[in-house]
């Protein structure tokens, strides 16, 4: 069953309750500002934030949490996984640190530790390892105003549907994360709009990884057609050639 | 002058300060040594390194010629091209070993798959190119000895296959560089992003080798001073208009169809980058080489190759890092950064003219007329008698040349602990106001209010309400409740110490003791042994402590204990320490003050109600300004 995050940026009052509570089980060390930091909080010591939008509006950033994510389909090899559950996680062991997923990432989300000389990928990772000892997430069980919740993607879905319509004028009438690059396991609700969260401004519903499965899917006849366009052209030229030695052969020995 | 042999010593000069940058590298790490950031994390490595394998594309393209359509013109410049490729992408994995943040995980794209990953295929694809072009290359080594004769015969029968696999596998991976783009539409600029990078990547890469070689031709005959052959060269860049007429087509095209023609004259610094590209890559080069006459005029070639190859360059490293949609997304490259890349590169320039010098790669095989065996000192027969050293030889000389500019980059490069953490160094800024202080250090737009009367009437329990000199005094010296908590009474002179005085950055620690000045005949005026033992090793930790001789110094740590205790917190730690410790105490013994303890019951926003009339109170730093601190609970006391 697919897991999910709802936010309600109408409920939060930006305590940062959450942040704190992520620092904790995650083992996350105090931060200070540094020369590579983002101007949105996450950091490799913050891996979720709470942006503030003029007239107190309070926008949690964290991993989104794709279900069909560009982090994934990028790593050269394989250290980070969509698991069944929902979560994108990240394995330290088989990551070679190219940073390709920080590239690849619509929302900008995974961070780098680079004042580390065995650095790594720092992102949420959903707090797989709670939910599968049937916990929650460290960050919505911490909320006090419920703003952040957590729970089955299509019952979330249909919650944020159900606010929606039942507060009329309350709501943007939009599901952030319900079909965005393919839907998300993170979802938004909101009075405002939430697409600086990503570097476009309004993200298109195609999932990245689909952008480069064209070009991906030419590489066998593109390897193959390559090959055989040589081997022709050097058949080709190699029996004209002969055609023409074997011309001036034949005109020698007319000559004589 | 000795051209050869001054371009060697200029290469070793590069090379070695790129050594002491690579040695920064791995001892402090990617944050050290570059000015990536988790906004640009791709830079100026990525880009520069992928035009080095797109200048490497003459060795496939030459096999094309020469092995599959049988152009014995370009015979003279098969080796040279397969040896360019084999060093363009040994630098190409070199540079990738600093880039990685795990190089030793390198590997691991052998063992753990993930196909979905263009960066995958482009591996894989860069380890057997790179297997091939050894394979391609091998009979020549091998043929300055008949021991090995067998495997020679071997691996020359089965050249064209070789060949045949290397353009196959080039094909694919020029290609597939650009495919790494393809997934960021939303991140590069929309003049730069186009669903055929592929292409273009490949059709560039033609023609960046051809002119690669081109350059490198001339380069060669210019170094060692040979007439040049230069129907050969005009053969390359004519051949290379073509090329550069498609690439311009296919680029301008791309733009037309996707309706980004507006783009182009937008005005904006990405904008001029692109035309600037383009000129550069296509349209200079082309107009150039189009004209027979102009393509067989020498400084013709010299400019028009070194254009088109700039050209590539560009272009490479723009899409590898600099183009971004976002205007503000923007990084320079730090000096280390560039200078790191030229040095892999000087170093593989050095390994290619050792490899001609020795090897028969080029028609010719040159020499470097300096390359002096080393001779012995002279000494007098009779009277033996030292009649001076013969000149220096080449080699002592290129170790020289090394060793001096390693020393050069080691002085350069800021080894302090700051410049590794990338913690910005932030001066304090003092607090305003006696009353109440309203502190904020670094002036962004949080501050905290300090009110001196409540937090003085809670220690004394309320027992004093005004503040005399003499009520000072008697705070400043009673006890662990007193001023001293706070005003720690460091400073030499018992001066009442004020905060920003000592934590002089933000979020750093600072060295507080100054050796030089006790030392110092203009300062204390301490002999050695006033402070150290006599006979002991001198250290921090053996030295009297600083009560020896401030005894009203009280705060702990300033007592010396061990070398760390010489080092005071940053602001930041300073404060907190010092207000929160307490603040989480109070708040669980009063009952009626639950959130003392709470961020937001300090850290506030906007301007201080407490600021006094006509008190300066400048935000200059804006930083984190889109991120919250907290502010007070609704509702809540
Ligand atoms: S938001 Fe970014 S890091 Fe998170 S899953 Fe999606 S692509 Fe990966
Ligand atoms: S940095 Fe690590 S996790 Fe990210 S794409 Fe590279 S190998 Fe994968
Ligand atoms: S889900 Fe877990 S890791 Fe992610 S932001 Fe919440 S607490 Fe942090």
Known sequence: MSKAILTDVTKCIGCLKCVEACKEVNHLEADVPRVWDKNDGLSAENWTSIIQKPGDHYVRKQCRHCLEPACVSVCPVGALHKTEIGAVIYDSAKCMGCRYCMMACPFGIPRYDWDQTVPHVEKCILCYD?????????????????????????????????????????????????????????????????????????????????????????????????????????????????????????EDSTHE | MNRVHNTKIVLWLITGLAAAIALNRFVFGLGATTNLNDEVPWGFWIGFKLSWVALSAGGFVIGAIFYMMKREKFHSLVRIAILTAFLGYSSFVVSLIFDLGLPWNIWHMIIYWNPHSPLFEVGWCVMLYTTVLVLELLPVPLESTSRYAAVRKFLLKFRFPIVLLGIMLSTLHQSSLGTLFLIMPRRLFPLFYSHIIPIEFFISAIAGGLLMLAFETLALHWMYRRKLETDLVRLLCSLSVWILGLYFLVKIGDVVLEGKVGLLFEGSWRSYLYVGELLLSTVIPFVMFVVPKWCANRKVQWIGTSIGILGVVLNRIDIGGFAMRDATLWYTPSWMEVVLSIGILSTAALVFIFLIETFHVWDIQPRDPEALAHTPPLFDRVSGAWLGNPKTSALTRHTLAFVISFAIGMALISGKKLHAEGIENVTVRPASGIDTLCINGNRDSQYVEFPHQAHIGWMRNGKISSMTLDSIHYVLRTGADSCLVCHHLNLPGEKLSICWECHTSMYSEVDFFRHDWHASSSGANLKCDDCHTPGETRTAQTARKCTGCHPSYTFADTAGNGADAYFIPSYVDAMHKLCVSCHTIESRVLKDKPNLALCSTCHRTGTPPGLRAGMKWDVTLPRFDNVVLPTPVPGVK
């Open chain 1, 130 to 250: 709670r939910i599968k000892e049937g916990k929650q997430p460290a960050c919505t069980e911490s909320c006090p105003e419920h703003a952040t919740i957590f729970g089955d993607r299509d019952a979330l879905l249909k919650e944020a549907h159900k606010r929606i319509r039942e507060h009329p004028g309350k709501y943007i009438d939009r599901v952030w994360g319900e079909s965005e690059v393919g839907g998300t396991s993170v979802l938004y609700i909101s009075d405002i709009d939430l697409d600086f969260l990503s570097y476009q401004t309004r993200p298109v519903d195609m999932p990245l990884p689909k952008e480069t499965s064209p070009a991906m899917d030419a590489v066998p006849y593109a390897f193959f057609g390559m090959g055989g366009v040589m081997l022709g052209l050097s058949w080709i030229i190699k029996r004209r050639m002969k055609l023409s030695e074997e011309k001036s052969k034949k």
